[in-house]
């Protein structure tokens, strides 16, 4: 049941982080809230996987650094000007320590399995932590191309990177949410 409510908060952590809807300039789903449930999640089975530690404290320094992202809503625009500004430069680097949050994510639930013997789901998981880390660097790398597209080109890498990290994401999710049913009570001998 531990594992349930951890999974469980780190899913519901991580869609409210993923879903951005404003209302005038405040953002509903709050991201520090997602990263409080994150945390929340990490912190009732981190007796269990020490391993989380790292995961906990990034959630808890995103979940604090993200306080003014309730406030700034992003903008559309082309590449150039969101580049450029202090928003665009907030939101990379928020963007970068998510992704570092994710890596440490992956690696708790690595050791999960691992713990439970799960050797087949140990290296699904860790092929696609390598399929989210690199992908998403990709993305982010390319994103700073962006200076010197325009037009059809800029459209398209656009709609392609949103469609890759949205599937990416909701890939992710799923996987946290496969994981809410290995409770420790029940581990493999």
Same mark, same amino acid.
């Given at each position: 049941?531990?594992? @349930?409510?951890?999974?469980?908060?780190?899913?519901?952590?991580?869609?409210?982080?993923?879903?951005?809807? @404003?209302?005038?300039?405040?953002?509903?789903?709050?991201?520090?809230?997602?990263?409080?449930?994150?945390?929340?999640? *990490?912190?009732?089975?981190?007796?269990?996987?020490?391993?989380?530690?790292?995961?906990?404290? *990034?959630?808890?320094?995103?979940?604090?650094?993200?306080?003014?992202?309730?406030?700034?809503?992003?903008?559309?625009?082309?590449?150039?000007?969101?580049?450029?500004?202090?928003?665009?430069?907030?939101?990379?680097?928020?963007?970068?320590?998510?992704?570092?949050?994710?890596?440490? *994510?992956?690696?708790?639930?690595?050791?999960?399995?691992?713990?439970?013997?799960?050797?087949?789901?140990?290296?699904?998981?860790?092929?696609?932590?390598?399929?989210?880390?690199?992908?998403?660097?990709? *993305?982010?790398?390319?994103?700073?191309?962006?200076?010197?597209? @325009?037009?059809?080109?800029?459209?398209?890498?656009?709609?392609?990177?949103?469609?890759?990290?949205?599937?990416?994401?909701?890939?992710?999710?799923?996987?946290?949410?496969?994981?809410?049913?290995?409770?420790?009570?029940?581990?493999?001998?």
């Amino acid at each position: 049941m531990m594992m @349930h409510k951890a999974c469980m908060r780190m899913f519901w952590g991580f869609l409210i982080t993923l879903i951005e809807i @404003h209302f005038l300039v405040i953002d509903i789903l709050p991201d520090p809230l997602g990263y409080a449930l994150i945390a929340a999640g *990490i912190s009732s089975i981190i007796e269990d996987f020490p391993i989380g530690k790292k995961a906990y404290n *990034i959630a808890v320094f995103l979940g604090v650094i993200s306080i003014p992202g309730v406030f700034i809503q992003q903008i559309g625009g082309n590449g150039i000007v969101q580049s450029l500004t202090a928003t665009g430069v907030y939101s990379l680097v928020l963007s970068l320590i998510n992704l570092v949050l994710v890596f440490y *994510i992956f690696q708790l639930l690595m050791e999960i399995a691992r713990k439970r013997g799960e050797e087949e789901l140990i290296n699904r998981t860790s092929v696609f932590l390598r399929i989210y880390i690199v992908t998403m660097l990709v *993305i982010q790398i390319l994103q700073s191309f962006t200076l010197n597209m @325009h037009g059809a080109l800029l459209q398209g890498y656009i709609i392609v990177a949103v469609i890759i990290s949205l599937v990416l994401q909701i890939t992710f999710l799923a996987w946290i949410f496969r994981f809410r049913k290995y409770d420790l009570s029940d581990e493999a001998a």
